[in-house]
């Protein structure tokens, strides 16, 4: 994109040298970002997740008939350079073997040729072995060994498709699922009762990796319950009710294919996408069917291909790195009506649900819906990426006209759409509403750790402050009750979970925040506790940073090695508590100062998103871009940001064109 000139920054103090290292760094990190947007105005950094992407886009190339192409030996040489030191593969850098992730790479490395007893695949199979082989791997991986003929379908669990035949009302029915769960099993319930087989090369079988012990006894009555009806399924399955199979089977075929209309890809993410082109072929149709044909394509677009490697991301984050991207230059003093911002929050506008999705499954006919994370998604808003958009999108200046209107009514629309998402609780979940059964996390296919959808910490808190910039007060009851579910699920040390980034430094932050944004007072003991507990975690580098085994190891809590974005983070929940001017912000400031490389951005290798706790991690390459500069231009204005509440309370939605605190005319 074009040049454009960088906004100042409101400084006290021009001639202070530390204020104007401060205002050359912010002014670096926004050239940077701005030489980043693409020529349609929005912003995506790449997302990475960890090898088992690899691994399955391998397997499903096989399936496709095109394991020799050049890319699939590169995907090949990407998995051998993250194998650990231990022989096996982890879930994120830094962190421990895991046996389902280390099963499908060796399986992987086999069948695109590597010898068995070379050093590597030697150290690999002692690994898996060591960590129970077979029976010890999760049940997706159980299922994808048994299409390609390496674990008997017998001992996979059964993902029967009646499930989706179960009416709303009844009290375990796909909608009381995950969303994400849900795009995954559908089809997947397709292949569970298909059952559908490609088989390998004699010389790629794994036999070797059957540890030979049986699967560990469940002590959970419930785990044993379902595990009971897991062994009844497959006992039906026998019996001649093919009438009801086949219903089931024909009812997810058409739910899978009326969520690619508009898509790219079911639930646009890789795992569903995957399943949905074994599904539809299990269910009959060719490979070069018009419809398996564009799911191919939808997973060739997360492709990264390099000289040597090739490496797979889950999904785009485009929506997300955009809105955040908007917020971190405006907040670091770039004009919101400069075209650069305009241009962005058009782009935004254009990529919201269509008002059909799973979500009204629970709200009846609603039609309106909020923002969804990736380029084509509309059957799948969430609320985290909706209130950071409307949060955004709030602080922007467009011009009278058709996009002043429209962005005003996608405003208003969203913002009910967000409200009625709220849970019972007081909290937000990000797909669902009341998708909380904690008694589906038991159910033999549910250890991928994501069956549910509860109320989250961060979510509820990025809630808060998206209020608070919609010009609603701690008194509207939706605030009111969020605030007492932030209350509720403060640890006892003051720190605050985080689901969706790493971890407890992630919750502190938005619940910190979003309590200061929407009147909370900054002496209120919530706040003070968990300003305290931030202070206690900052390194002698003055930096902060936590590890993603923290979620293994809750004593790990806000400990690791620091990291810009985490920095960040803890900035700006301290000055979120009116901490400022303290030593603790001072030292976060220099840390960033101090490592922000010459073209602006700032290096960072670790990972600090979160896609499922304890099973699959994400390293957004975006967040130590515009998270420091957000944290920058925070301490960087003149006076303490403003953390209390519009003057207008509003007890009720308005219709569109009634005031908001300056947003809605």
């Given at each position: 994109m074009s040049q454009t000139s960088v906004a100042s920054v409101p400084l006290a103090e021009r001639s202070d040298p530390g204020r104007a290292r401060l205002q050359s760094s912010i002014e670096a990190a926004q050239r940077f970002l701005l030489s980043i947007q693409a020529e349609d105005g929005h912003w995506r950094g790449e997302l990475e997740g960890d090898t088992v992407l690899e691994s399955e886009y391998v397997l499903a190339m096989h399936f496709l008939g095109r394991l020799g192409e050049a890319k699939v030996a590169k995907a090949g040489h990407y998995l051998r350079l993250k194998q650990l030191p231990s022989g096996g593969w982890a879930n994120y850098p830094g962190g421990q073997a895991d046996v389902s992730s280390s099963t499908k790479a060796y399986f992987v490395l086999k069948l695109l040729g590597d010898d068995p007893q070379a050093p590597h695949m030697q150290l690999a199979r002692r690994k898996v072995l060591e960590m129970g082989g077979l029976q010890a791997c999760n049940s997706f991986t159980k299922i994808y060994l048994a299409i390609f003929e390496q674990y008997p379908w017998s001992r996979c669990p059964s993902v029967p498709p009646e499930l989706i035949l179960f009416p709303r009302w009844f009290y375990v029915n796909i909608y009381e699922?995950?969303?994400w769960s849900r795009a995954i099993l559908v089809p997947l319930s397709i292949i569970s009762a298909r059952r559908p087989r490609c088989p390998v090369p004699a010389s790629a079988a794994i036999p070797e990796l059957n540890s030979g012990q049986a699967r560990p006894p469940q002590r959970s009555a419930w785990a044993s319950f379902f595990f009971t009806m897991d062994i009844v399924v497959k006992q039906l399955e026998k019996l001649p009710f093919r009438h009801l199979r086949t219903l089931a089977l024909d009812r997810a075929e058409r739910w899978t294919l009326e969520r690619l209309h508009e898509s790219d890809g079911l639930g646009a993410i890789f795992p569903p996408i995957v399943n949905t082109i074994i599904a539809l072929k299990a269910q009959g149709y060719p490979l070069d069917h018009p419809t398996i044909v564009r799911q191919v394509q939808e997973l060739e677009k997360l492709e990264i291909e390099e000289a040597d490697t090739l490496r797979v991301q889950p999904?785009?984050?485009?929506?997300?790195?955009?809105?955040y991207a908007i917020n971190a230059l405006v907040e670091s003093g770039f004009p919101p009506h400069h075209p650069v911002i305009v241009n962005a929050s058009r782009w935004l506008l254009d990529r919201r649900g269509h008002g059909?999705?799973?979500?009204?499954?629970?709200?009846?006919?609603r039609k309106?819906?909020?923002?969804?994370?990736?380029?084509?998604n509309p059957y799948y808003p969430d609320c985290d990426t909706t209130s950071q958009v409307l949060t955004s999108l709030s602080k922007v200046t467009l011009p009278p006209g058709d996009d002043y209107a429209r962005c005003q009514k996608a405003i208003f629309d969203s913002h009910e759409w967000h409200l009625v998402m709220q849970n019972q609780d007081g909290g937000w979940a990000a797909f669902d509403r009341g998708c909380d059964k904690a008694i589906l996390t038991r159910v033999p296919f549910a250890d991928h750790n994501a069956m549910i959808d509860p109320s989250t910490a961060d979510l509820t808190a990025r809630g808060l402050e998206c209020l608070s910039e919609l010009g609603f007060e701690m008194d509207f009851p939706a605030a009111a009750r969020a605030i007492q579910f932030l209350r509720r699920t403060q640890e006892p040390e003051g720190a605050w979970y985080g689901r969706w980034g790493c971890n407890?430094?992630?919750g502190t932050y938005l619940a910190l925040w979003g309590l200061r944004k929407i009147g909370v007072s900054a002496g209120d003991p919530a706040i003070r506790r968990g300003s305290a507990w931030l202070q206690s975690c900052q390194n002698p580098d003055g930096g902060w940073g936590e590890t993603l085994g923290s979620y293994d190891d809750p004593s790990l809590k806000g400990k690791g090695a620091s990291t810009?974005?985490?920095t960040a983070w803890a900035v700006l929940?301290?000055?979120?508590?009116g901490e400022r001017e303290s030593p603790a912000v001072r030292r976060g400031v220099e840390f960033l100062?101090?490592?922000?490389?010459?073209?602006?951005s700032w290096p960072e290798e670790e990972w600090t998103g979160t896609g499922f706790p304890r099973v699959f991690y994400l390293r957004y390459h975006l967040y130590p871009i515009y998270f420091p500069l957000l944290a920058l231009g925070v301490v960087a204005q003149s006076g303490a940001p403003a953390f209390r509440g519009h003057a207008i309370p509003r007890q009720k939605a308005q219709a569109p064109g009634a005031s908001r605190g300056g947003i809605l005319p």
């Open positions: 699922m995950s969303s999904c785009f984050s485009p929506v997300w790195d955009t809105a059909k999705g799973d979500w009204q499954a629970k709200l009846g006919g309106a819906a909020g923002w969804y994370f990736e380029y084509a407890y430094l992630y810009p974005s985490q929940g301290l000055v979120a508590a100062l101090d490592r922000q490389s010459e073209d602006g």
